[in-house]
């Protein structure tokens, strides 16, 4: 409680603002991408307002590609869209490499727009440390209402069922994977306003070749004989995560 300081104070009572706010809340209201979940440190994060000169582009299939657009953005002007091929592999992906500064429990956020002609959409979230590979990869099955993670023997498990996604309109989606790389653990996983805990192993394999570095991929597959457009937005890499 304040006491004797004049009512203009930061501690005084006010009608229509709040006299303290942390600085992810500050950032916050100043526009930054980074809102859907504060957890975790910002390592890198990439809102598309620079191009898509960052990520690798690939696509397969007639009338495929990988472009940057001006056309519905989740936040800013630009967004990434990716149409998937209407035959041959009928898909379409962006990935970068990182190197990573500690191992840590690692996080991998990102939104997404899909349409109706999807089939699924996956994620790889790996990480190579010079002596092994782990995985953690996510797969959202449009046609079956599910999301699955890959388990230790390269299977997927169901994490939710049943799910509602807005699939017209271009509505964004958010996804948040967290990893634990130091025990080779999944630690949560959150889509829009379902969370899951998991404490289930990794996939993990020797790899005595690859040098330390983070791998991150988004990928899209469409139904037969169809183009899917997808978007996505706001991608966040974090470490140090609860």
């Given amino acids: 409680m304040a006491h004797g300081t004049p009512d203009w104070a ?3 009572p006010k009608s229509t603002v709040y006299g303290g706010i942390d600085l992810a809340e500050h950032a916050a209201r ?3 991408p ?5 957890r975790g440190e910002v390592i890198w994060f990439d809102d ?4 898509i000169d960052r ?4 696509s397969q299939g007639l009338g495929a590609s990988v472009v940057w657009t001006t056309d519905k953005p989740n936040s800013g002007g630009f967004s990434c869209k990716l149409t998937t091929g209407s035959n041959l592999e009928r898909a379409a992906q962006i990935r970068r490499w990182f190197a ?9 956020e990102f939104s997404f727009a899909i349409d109706d002609k999807l089939s699924y959409m996956q994620t790889d979230f790996t990480i190579y440390t ?4 782990a995985w953690a990869g ?6 079956n209402s599910k999301l699955q993670y890959m388990d230790h023997l390269l299977a997927y498990q169901d994490i939710f069922t049943s799910l509602s996604i807005e699939d017209t309109y271009f509505t964004y989606n958010t996804l948040k994977v967290v990893a634990d790389f130091t025990a080779n653990t999944w630690s949560r996983v959150i889509l829009n306003e379902q969370s899951s805990a998991l404490a289930v192993p990794l996939y993990t394999a020797a790899d005595l070749v690859t040098p330390p570095q983070i791998r991150l991929l988004i990928y899209f597959k469409s139904i037969a004989a169809n183009n899917s457009v997808n978007y996505i937005d706001n991608v966040i890499l974090t470490q140090n995560e609860p």
């Fill in 48 to 51: 598309f307002e620079g191009g």
């Fill in 138 to 143: 996510l797969k959202y099955d449009y046609v």
């Fill in 100 to 108: 990573y500064p500690v191992l840590s429990k690692l996080g991998f």
């Fill in 34 to 38: 980074i809102t859907f979940d504060r």
């Fill in 130 to 133: 010079g002596a092994f590979t």
């Fill in 30 to 32: 100043l526009g930054s």
């Fill in 55 to 58: 990520w690798v582009e690939w």
């Fill in 10 to 12: 930061a501690k005084a």
